[in-house]
């Protein structure tokens, strides 16, 4: 559904040595590299790219969600990089109650060095303030170990899916639910109190 505090402009967003910038043209061969690894996109439901015309088509599917306000995705460009090493972004929003899906990918070669989990960080605080949302949730494959560390790093916990979450990654529906509020946010990591409420 679409969801009115999502910009016009799309929000570029810096901290921690990372870049989070809009989706481009130049993305797509780093895109295409990340979209063949079969593995990789299986833990990740992502169907496996085989040419580059799949990864075009992601392009434009991210530009056209973005404009009519039904998600935000992000590439991910760390400063010692220089350029971008996978995508973090929102989906799924649920505006009456205020939630949104987060999902990442990093390119393998990437893996292990914290950027998920930073890039997490700038866009939980982004979707906390910025987009006013109230709580966001992953849905994550049992042995996706990485993903569900990352999570807890950034202070999620597992749960019951509510009414209107997609449980679904590929065709598999033994996943788990996992989500964070903006108050655990907050009480997480004191420093990052994002609260409006007034
Ligand atoms: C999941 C993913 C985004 C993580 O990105 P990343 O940049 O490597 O993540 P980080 O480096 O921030 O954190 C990874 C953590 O997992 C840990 N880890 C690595 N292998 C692990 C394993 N086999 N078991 C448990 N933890 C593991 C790392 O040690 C690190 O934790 P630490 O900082 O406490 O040491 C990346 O692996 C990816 O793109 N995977 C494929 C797509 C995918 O699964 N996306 C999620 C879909 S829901």
Redesign the pocket.
Known sequence: MSYVDIPDQFPTLRSGGLTLRELAEEDLATWFA?RS?V???A????PVATSIADVIAGLQYHRDAFRAKLGVRWAIVPDEVGSS??T?GFSEFLPGVRGAAV??????R???????????AIVLDYGFEALRLEFVW????PE???????M??LGFVRGNAPDGVNRE?GKRLDTLYYYITRRMRAESFPGRDVSHDS
């Open positions: 990340r690894d593995a990789a996109a833990l990740a439901g992502d090493v996978g973090i999902g990442a990918a990093i390119g393998r990437h893996w292990g060095r914290g950027i998920a989990t930073r890039a997490g992953a849905i994550v494959l996706n170990a990485r993903i569900i560390r990352v807890e790093k990654i």
